[in-house]
């Protein structure tokens, strides 16, 4: 809560680094201190949060899945590739493992090998909103704008029933270079306190990052609005 929903980033860290002084250990606490030292562009430190999670449980699929986040959270798109080529290595059908391998392939420049994981990932994943929206963001960067748009369409048909999370048509909206409407569902977001909103740093809204409203908003998240690299 305090890191998802709250964004209180001090109080967060100093709760897992007591977990974790209660019991180093606990690989969990490692995994969720790294996400938040993402959030926080603190990518050094993510990194070796990350792999010291995976010392200690290094079949885990939740684990080894959300590894390629943290180098794409870094830019170090390589290492994103590698990692996430290895998590589906361990767990070929796993929603998450093909979906960061996917965003890691878009990234990286091989676009259509992206595209591939991707729709892949929509078909391990039911076609979850989370997945469709990179899977849109992917197909509008290799130029097929029509088969972005008809995703942008399938989301907004499936909000009329169910809930769609603004963050997901953030995403849609940013690989279209719909430059408004991805900076409107942000804000969206954070209004309604959407779990994802601590992602802001994601590179899928490295093209935002000049505007006025971004920068507006990762102030409001206390969040670091320029595009984060590794440290060295």
Known sequence: MLKDYDYEWERSERAYRHALALNPS???????????????????????????ARSLDPLSPAINAYVPYIFLAARDYARAVSEGEAAVHLDPHSPAANWQLGRAYLCAGNLQRAVDVLNATVSFGGRMPMFLAVLGFARA??????????????????????????????????????????????????????????????????????????????????????TPVLSG
């Open 26 to 52: 606990y690989s969990t606490a490692r995994h969720f201190l790294a996400q938040l030292l993402t959030s926080l562009g603190r990518h050094d430190e993510a990194i070796a949060s990350m792999e010291a």
């Open 141 to 226: 960067r290799t130029g097929d704008t029509a088969g972005a748009q008809a995703i942008l369409a399938e989301l907004s048909e499936r909000a009329r029933a169910s809930y769609v999370s603004p963050y997901d048509f953030a995403v849609a909206h940013a690989g279209l270079g719909n430059t408004e409407a991805a900076l409107r569902y942000l804000e969206h977001a954070y209004r309604d306190r959407v779990m994802r909103i601590i992602s802001l740093g994601d590179p899928e809204f490295d093209g935002l990052r000049s505007e006025p409203r971004f920068v507006a908003l990762a102030r409001q998240l206390r969040l670091p609005a320029a």
